[in-house]
Every structure is written in C-alpha cells, then in structure tokens.
C-alpha cells in the first residue's frame, strides 16, 4: 500500500526557514512534488522533482526561496524553505506518481495527509 507521510511543519516568524520531509513508503516514484492549500483558497503547485533531480520547477511566489530535493535510497523528498513569509502559510502537501513529469493537482495520483505551515509577521 503506497504511503506518502509529510514532517517538518510548524509555526515560524517572517524570515525564518523551514524544512519539510515526505517519506513515500510502498514504492518510489518518478515524479515527486509539492503543493499547497491555504484557507480560503485552493490547492496550488509549489515546486516537482524528477526521478534523479535533474529536473525542477517552482512556483514563482517560492523561486528563489523554496528548494526540492529528494534522496531515492531514503525513498524521501524534502523542501527547503528558505525567507518564509505570512502568504507562504498553508497545509503542505506531498504529491507523488509514476508519470515522468507533472505540475498539475491532476497529475499526482499519491497524496499526503498534509503538514500546517504557519508564518507570523
């Protein structure tokens, strides 16, 4: 049974920096990405990896401050936050799936329970 567990979430101050884990356990995956829910609004796309990290994309509101990475022995992949500030507030999910590249919700069959970023000014 495919398993995609998040950690690493908390509530931080402006500025500060976090660093979130999503352990994938029942399989590895080509595609591995991040998304974001905040209240109100929809989930959206924050940063995908492809199967040996050549390959990254972000969302403009993280460029520059978000990085994805992965370690396919440890079957994880993590986000480096980085400068983190109110609007990045938000459940953090974990997306995986076997396709070779995705951006969209639609394009990740796998999903994690979610992690609760919060950032205070």
């Known amino acids: 049974q495919v398993q995609l567990v998040e950690s690493g979430g908390g509530a931080v101050q402006a500025g500060d920096s976090l660093r979130l884990s999503c352990a994938a356990s029942?399989?590895?995956?080509?595609?591995m990405g991040w998304f974001r829910q905040a209240p109100g609004k929809e989930r959206e796309f924050v940063a995908a990896i492809s199967w040996n990290g050549g390959r990254t994309v972000y969302a403009d509101s993280v460029k520059g401050r978000f990085t994805i990475s992965r370690n396919n022995a440890r079957n994880t992949v993590y986000l480096q936050m980085n400068d983190l500030k109110p609007e990045d507030t938000a459940i953090y999910y974990c997306?995986?799936?076997?396709?070779?590249?995705?951006?969209?919700?639609?394009?990740?069959?796998?999903w994690g329970q979610g992690t609760q970023v919060t950032v205070s000014s």
């Open positions: 029942g399989r590895t995956f080509y595609l």
């Open positions: 997306a995986a799936d076997s396709r070779s590249w995705g951006v969209r919700n639609d394009e990740y069959r796998h």
